[in-house]
C-alpha cells in the first residue's frame, strides 16, 4: 500500500530524513518509534506533501505521491492527523465531520459508518469542537481523518496528553481499521500504546530507520527499545 525509498528531506540546509526506506501492507499497522527530534512527525510530513522530499520516491498504491501538491493527497485516500490534532474549534461535531468528507467528496453513508465508530461524538453532534474534552478532541481528529473512507492512515502521537481510557478506545480505533483492511502508520512516543496494536515496529533514528521488529520479537528482546527510545524493561 505504501512504499518509502531512499527518501531525503531537508528544512534548508539541515538533512532530517537520510535514506529513509519501508514499506506497510494494506491492513498492517506500523509502528514508528524514536526519541524526539528522530524525525517521525517529518516522516508524515513528507508523505504528505506538506515538506517535498529532496530525493526519493513514496509510492501509495501504486500512484508516485512526490511531486503532487499536498491538497492532491488526500483525494488518494490518504488520511493525516497531524501532533495535536487541529480542529475547527469555532464549528461543530457534526461541520467538523462534514469538513472531512469534502476532500474526497465522500457521502453520508461514510458519515453514518463513522459516527456508528464514535457514540460519544454522536450525542454531541452540535457542540463546538473546542469546547470537547481532549480525548473527545482526539476522537474527532481521527474521526474526521476517517470521514475520507482512507486506505492509508497516518496517526502522529495520538495519545498524546490522553488519560489511559481514551489511549484505550485510540487503540480499539486503529484496530478497527486495520480489521477493514486499512493501513496505519502509527507515531508514538508511548511504547506499550504502539505495541499493543502494531503488526511492526520501525525504529527512527536521526532521520535515518536504524531497524524493525515484530512485537513479538522486541518482548523476546527489548535492547533496540531501550537504544532507539530509552526505555528500559
Ligand atoms: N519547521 C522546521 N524547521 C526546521 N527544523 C525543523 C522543523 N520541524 C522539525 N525540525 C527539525 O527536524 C528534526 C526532526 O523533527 P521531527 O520530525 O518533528 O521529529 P519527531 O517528530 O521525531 O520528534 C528535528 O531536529 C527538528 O528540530
Ligand atoms: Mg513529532
Do not use: W
Request: aromatic share 4%; glycine share 10%.
Amino acid at each position: 500500500m505504501l512504499r518509502l525509498a531512499n527518501v531525503d528531506c531537508h528544512y534548508g540546509a539541515v538533512r532530517v530524513l537520510e535514506d529513509l526506506s519501508f514499506e506497510l501492507a494494506a491492513g498492517e499497522v506500523l509502528g514508528l518509534l524514536g526519541r524526539n527530534g528522530a524525525g517521525k512527525t517529518t516522516a508524515l510530513k513528507a508523505i504528505m506533501g506538506l515538506l517535498p522530499p529532496r530525493s526519493g520516491s513514496i509510492v501509495c498504491d501504486g500512484a508516485e505521491l512526490t511531486g503532487l501538491k499536498a491538497h492532491e493527497i488526500p483525494r488518494l485516500g490518504i488520511a493525516y492527523v497531524p501532533q495535536g490534532r487541529r480542529l475547527f474549534a469555532e464549528l461543530s461535531v457534526e461541520e467538523n465531520l462534514r469538513m472531512g468528507l469534502l476532500a474526497r467528496q465522500t457521502g453520508d453513508d461514510v458519515l453514518a459508518r463513522v459516527q456508528e465508530m464514535f457514540p460519544v461524538l454522536t450525542e454531541r453532534r452540535g457542540q463546538r469542537g473546542g469546547t470537547l474534552s481532549g480525548g473527545e478532541q482526539q476522537m474527532l481528529a481521527m474521526a474526521r481523518a476517517l470521514c475520507l473512507d482512507p486506505k492509508l492512515l497516518l496517526l502522529d502521537e495520538p495519545s498524546e496528553g490522553l488519560m489511559p481510557r481514551m489511549v484505550d478506545e485510540v487503540l480499539r480505533t486503529v484496530t478497527a481499521m486495520k480489521a477493514q483492511g486499512v493501513a496505519v502508520l502509527l507515531v508514538e512516543q508511548k511504547v506499550d500504546a504502539a505495541l499493543a496494536v502494531a503488526d511492526r515496529i520501525a525504529f527512527l533514528e536521526n532521520g535515518r530507520l536504524r531497524q524493525q521488529a515484530s512485537p513479538a520479537e522486541l518482548a523476546a528482546d527489548p535492547e533496540p527499545l531501550h537504544r532507539y527510545v530509552g526505555v528500559r524493561r
